[in-house]
């Protein structure tokens, strides 16, 4: 049985407490057994525990063998000097205290129904394990818990877009250039649009602001959809204007090839979200520094408002002609770029910057943002959790990933309750 399942067995005091002694034989009271440690360092601190007639104050540290001390290496760590009990399932050592008085250590016992319930739950054959138990947890845990996961995930997206800061000199136009790229691609094309950014700077997109063809030329260019075969007029005239500029800038073409369309709509094409950015840095020649200004959603969704040029109105592809349709960027295209984006982007300058201000703007537009619809959260559905919007949905995604993928049951709010329901219950019958 795993250290995590004996650290929740601990907490929650699951343990038979009839005859509680040391190693050495002196009784033991826990008073209270601490607030569980996240970080690095004993697993409670602040426990109280009497052992014979005297209380003490301080760490726990839990472990499946009193040996396992030694083989982490506490003995050389002086955090584990203030430990004051060691609990452990098999006492199988004496463990020394740095000054070479021997640490009390406390073996604890549970009935076995309580791991076979535990195994249970982790080899469920369920993508979600307690998919069958989520009914009975509270409701008010679980957006609790959900708000916590919404954050841990933007935690995860700031490292993320830390990752950039080396490749863009530390430019935060740049950072948000890759960003914004990366996700307008969405996952299909998430790769290609990465090379793409990599490929041309928003400085050098900047200076040609004014103009949207020109502005075109460099990334149907960088592309690698103006090659030798030209398909019409207009991507002739885009052929013409990006060689000069190519020259110019010493810019390197992408492959073609890259690009996919395989089981996307035509308003995904890759030559439409280009269109399409494009005209976003023809309506705005600073993205993030106007970005960053917005404190309003409707502000957003206005700042995204755009509609691809007027070739890209009966076409989806070079030189096809398609019934005409404004490429325009919908609701709920917004809401993703909001979503992967954004928040984001604000919460990761927020940590930059020190600014609560930020932090809780990246949070508000997660929360108007609608939520977002896909397998993982449509399975999350199917047994009654439903997200309001994309905070929610955002939190359901990472809860999947993060916790059910890899059954780290314990590690999560829900699947603890869960776990605690079923111990209760079955121990009560």
Not at 159 to 183: A, Q
Not at 341 to 361: G, I, N, Q, T, W
Request: charged content about 25%; proline content about 3%; some cysteine.
């Amino acid at each position: 049985m795993n250290e995590d399942f004996l650290q929740f067995i601990w907490k929650f005091r699951l343990y038979d407490i009839s005859n509680l002694k040391t190693d050495s034989g002196e009784e033991v009271q826990v008073i209270s057994v601490g607030i569980q440690n996240k970080n690095s360092g004993p697993d409670f601190y602040d426990a109280k525990i009497k052992i014979g007639d005297t209380v003490w104050a301080g760490t726990v540290e839990v472990h499946k063998k009193s040996s396992d001390w030694i083989h982490h290496g506490h003995q050389n760590d002086k955090a584990y000097n203030n430990v004051i009990l060691h609990v452990v399932e098999k006492n199988d050592t004496v463990i020394e205290r740095a000054g070479g008085e021997a640490l009390p250590a406390l073996e604890i016992t549970y009935p076995e129904t309580f791991k076979q319930r535990y195994e249970e739950l982790c080899e469920s054959k369920h993508h979600i394990p307690c998919a069958n138990y989520i009914s009975g947890v509270d409701a008010f845990k679980i957006k609790f818990w959900l708000q916590r996961l919404a954050t841990e995930r933007l935690e995860r997206k700031t490292e993320e877009i830390n990752s950039l800061i080396d490749v863009t000199y530390n430019d935060i136009e740049e950072i948000f250039h890759h960003v914004l790229f990366k996700h307008f691609g969405f996952k299909t094309n998430a790769l290609p649009f990465e090379m793409l950014a990599r490929s041309i700077s928003a400085q050098i997109l900047r200076k040609y602001h004014h103009s949207l063809p020109l502005l075109e030329a460099l990334l149907f260019g960088q592309a690698g959809f103006l090659g030798s075969e030209t398909e019409d007029e207009y991507s002739r005239n885009l052929k013409s204007e990006y060689e000069f500029l190519q020259n110019k800038h010493n810019l390197v073409r992408m492959d073609k090839t890259l690009w996919k369309y395989a089981k996307l709509r035509p308003g995904n094409f890759p030559t439409v979200r280009i269109a399409q950015i494009a005209a976003l840095f023809h309506k705005y020649q600073n993205l993030w520094e106007t970005l960053i200004r917005l404190d309003d959603i409707n502000e957003v969704y206005e700042f995204f408002d755009v509609t691809a040029s007027e070739y890209w109105e009966n076409h989806y592809v070079f030189g096809k002609i398609s019934p005409a349709r404004p490429k325009k960027l919908g609701k709920t295209t917004i809401d993703i770029l909001i979503v992967n984006v954004l928040s984001p982007m604000f919460f990761a300058y927020s940590v930059y910057k020190d600014d609560d201000r930020l932090r809780e703007k990246a949070i508000h537009f997660l929360e108007i943002a609608g939520a977002e619809s896909n397998s993982a959260v449509d399975e999350w559905q199917r047994y009654g959790i439903k997200p309001c919007n994309a905070l929610e949905s955002q939190a359901l995604l990472h809860l999947s990933a993060e916790y059910c993928s890899k059954r780290k049951c314990l590690k999560c709010a829900i699947g603890k309750d869960v776990i605690q329901n079923i111990i209760t219950h079955n121990n009560s019958i």
